[in-house]
């Protein structure tokens, strides 16, 4: 196709003649079929929304094609209207655009789609099972038409991939706003997901899926080298190395695949189950994961061998993960650091394997008998729990990964609660990611070359690395391992070889480090260093971007970790500071209900004006939440607001007192606590 086809077709959106059907294409990996949810008349409903993208003279054949998706997969994903051309991040000028940022949202949206990053492509599933991009393809199609018309003047408003249209606006604001799943919240469950986004009204929009910041497994590969280093750190206190330790979890999926990549970096043992043969073989043939082994007594025997002669070798048990906790409990193979990563967030639809059932028949299991399903999922994750109680007895350290893990496992009636009814264990962020990198405002930044150029991307990881060890001279010893080990991590990062798609790199860095690394940028996308401009964003899953109890705010202790007002606040705050797009998620990591969760995309371009707002924007965006982190009492994040109030003008936050324990403890009448 060449270039000018290509830039047609996108400024046509949806086509005027109708495209002819498209085979299921049974080579590429798909979602599983969704719970048959509506009653008959709300199936109707469903199928007159969809039909409402469409000219009439379509609808003879659409309305009873969109009515066998509907019944086939439980949901209507107008496959006949997936592109021709190959879906993926370009050079920003490949794409039509009137507005350059338009371009690079373009660019973004095309990456979170493409073949070899995307989960389920066909199903604009990007990650973690129902990560949507898109509820279908007509707004796919829309949506880049849209992008592909508008001006600076006007901005594009889509709502849980809906593109609502666009609407005048200005040159400093957003050119679009993206909302996903934001429900009123007593309509929150999980089958009110199922339903909505069959009625397609809603979609779970994941963090960096719905957001179009998604840049590959690679960002999920640091942060899980930095997870499992500090890990290492709490269990180890004296020593560095985690050599001849082993590492026990689940999933070589989206996410999850990370893990047999990051524990190698970090220099530990490790073995992870996965019940589905297709994911183990993407990880394995991409170099992820060392070994595959099929059979129980091989993987005890060959544990024992690597923690023997201290080999950092990564296995993949194709199995399921209770089955790993149990025989490894009864055949004394001591785990040093355990954690689960199935999708626990999404558990009766695809995200959790019960042990006992075989993957195709669980597969089948999740439509033809949901109920009986859901049984299977609780009772295996009893086992599970009691398999796990028997390691931690011994010593291993056990932390929730962020997917619902502790939640569900409660929830299932498990032995996972202490009797004043909190959890057993904690999640990775109230002993890892929270005291560590989250109180000192570091977080997930990330960046992406629009011209699509490696040669790019080398200069912004050198331009990264001399701006950190710069700013390392001066900063306090409490954030200088962050340094060092993120310094390490970008020096090594093209070693590593983990781009896979747009051209990005991740990196944790705090607000001062943001700040100076994309000033450094702008000025050498300004000055021709860098070819095009380059884009900012972040994983939600940071310093303030998201409120949710058991995961990124499991580690505020005022009991205000159940409101939301951070996330929505930073949102709101980042827009009119100058973010090129902003986005606000119901749902992401923890689930549907559980996490409100927001991000931005910003397009240095290389402007005085953009190289303003940067500083405004990237100051907000970690510094709100650090000061919620202060006035919960964080002593990490009082640390960093105090540096943070000497160097900025005008920031003038309140901090709290600290009462005294014993003062509080007499004046409340013992008899009323546990
Ligand atoms: N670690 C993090 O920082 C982080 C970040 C974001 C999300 N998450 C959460 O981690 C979870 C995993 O994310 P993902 O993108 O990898 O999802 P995914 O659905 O792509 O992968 C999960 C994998 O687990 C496998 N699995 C399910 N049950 C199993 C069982 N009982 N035994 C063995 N394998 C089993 C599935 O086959 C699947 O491949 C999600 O809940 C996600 O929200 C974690």
């Known amino acids: 196709m060449t270039s000018s086809e290509f830039k047609k077709m996108i400024s046509e959106g949806i086509p005027s003649v109708l495209p002819p059907p498209k085979p299921y294409d049974t080579s590429i990996n798909h979602a599983p079929t969704r719970k048959d949810i509506l009653s008959g008349d709300e199936k109707k409903l469903a199928l007159k929304n969809a039909l409402r993208y469409f000219p009439v003279d379509f609808h003879a054949v659409l309305a009873k094609e969109f009515a066998e998706e509907l019944s086939e997969y439980g949901r209507i994903y107008m496959y006949r209207f997936r592109p021709e051309y190959e879906i993926k991040a370009r050079n920003i000028d490949e794409f039509p655009y009137r507005s350059r940022n338009a371009a690079a949202i373009m660019l973004m949206i095309s990456n979170n789609l493409d073949l070899s ?19 279908n393809w007509a707004q796919y199609l829309l949506t880049m038409k849209y992008l592909s018309e508008m001006t600076d003047d006007q901005t594009l408003v889509v709502y849980s991939g809906h593109p609502l249209g666009l609407f005048p606006s200005h040159r ?69 190395t ?61 544990v024992r061998k690597a923690k023997e002669k201290k080999e950092v070798v990564s296995i993949a048990y194709q199995g399921n993960i209770v089955e790993v906790w149990e025989e490894f409990a009864e055949r004394d193979i001591l785990v040093d650091i355990g954690t689960d990563q199935t999708s626990l967030h999404n558990p009766w639809a695809g995200g959790y394997y019960p042990a006992g059932l075989s993957f195709d028949e669980t597969n089948r299991m999740i439509s033809s008998d949901p109920e009986k399903f859901k049984q299977l999922v609780k009772r295996s994750l009893v086992r599970q729990v009691a398999a796990i109680n028997r390691h931690t007895k011994r010593g291993t350290y056990f932390f929730d990964y962020g997917n619902a893990f502790l939640l569900e496992a409660s929830r299932a009636g498990a032995n996972i609660l202490k009797p004043d009814g909190e959890f057993r264990y904690p999640s990775y962020v109230q002993d890892i990611m929270g005291p560590v990198c989250f109180d000192y405002g570091f977080g997930p930044f990330r960046w992406v070359c629009c011209s699509n150029d490696p040669a790019d991307l080398s200069v912004t990881d050198n331009i990264a690395a001399d701006t950190l060890e710069h700013l390392m001279k001066s900063s306090p010893d409490q954030i200088k391992q962050q340094m060092v080990d993120n310094l390490h991590w970008i020096r090594e990062a093209a070693k590593n070889k983990l781009v ?175």
């Open 117 to 135: 990053v995307a989960q389920h492509p066909h199903e604009l599933i990007t990650y973690g099972g129902n990560g949507a991009v898109f509820q």
């Open 172 to 240: 400093d604001a957003p050119r679009l706003v993206v909302t996903n799943g934001m429900v009123i919240p007593n309509y929150s469950s999980q089958d009110h997901w199922e339903k909505f986004n069959a009625l397609g009204v809603s979609q779970y929009g994941q963090m960096t899926a719905g957001s179009y910041m998604y840049i590959g497994p690679q960002g999920i590969v640091h942060g899980t080298t930095i997870t499992i280093m500090n890990a290492g750190r709490l269990l180890n206190k004296n020593s560095e």
């Open 500 to 674: 896979v798609g747009s051209q990005a790199r991740i990196m944790y860095a705090d607000a001062e480090g943001r700040i100076a690394i994309a000033e450094a940028f702008n000025s050498a996308v300004a000055s021709g260093k860098i070819s095009a401009p380059v884009v900012i964003g972040r994983d939600h899953h940071d310093v303030s971007g998201t409120d949710s109890p058991f995961r990124e705010t499991s580690n505020i202790y005022d009991g205000s970790k159940f409101t939301a007002d951070m996330s929505v606040q930073n949102v709101i705050g980042d827009a009119f500071r100058g973010a090129t797009w902003v986005s606000l998620h119901n749902g992401g990591g923890v689930g549907w209900g559980e996490v409100i969760n927001g991000g931005f995309g910003m397009v240095l371009d290389g402007t005085e004006e953009t190289g303003r707002k940067l500083k405004m924007m990237l100051h907000w965006d970690v510094n709100n939440g650090i000061a919620r982190r202060s006035w919960a009492r964080s002593k990490g994040a009082l640390l960093t607001l105090e540096r943070e109030m000497k160097r900025t003008p005008g920031l003038v936050v309140t901090v709290p007192y600290f009462a005294d324990d014993e003062l509080i403890d007499s004046a409340i009448d013992p008899s009323t606590t546990l």
């Open 242 to 302: 985690l050599k001849g330790k082993l590492y026990v979890s689940s999933g070589l999926g989206g996410m999850s695949g990370a893990q047999s990549k990051a524990a190698s970096i970090a220099g530990i043992v490790s073995v992870i189950a996965e019940v589905n043969p297709g994911a183990i073989h993407k990880r394995h043939s991409q170099g992820w994961v060392d070994e595959v082994i099929t059979d129980m007594d091989k993987l005890v025997e060959r």
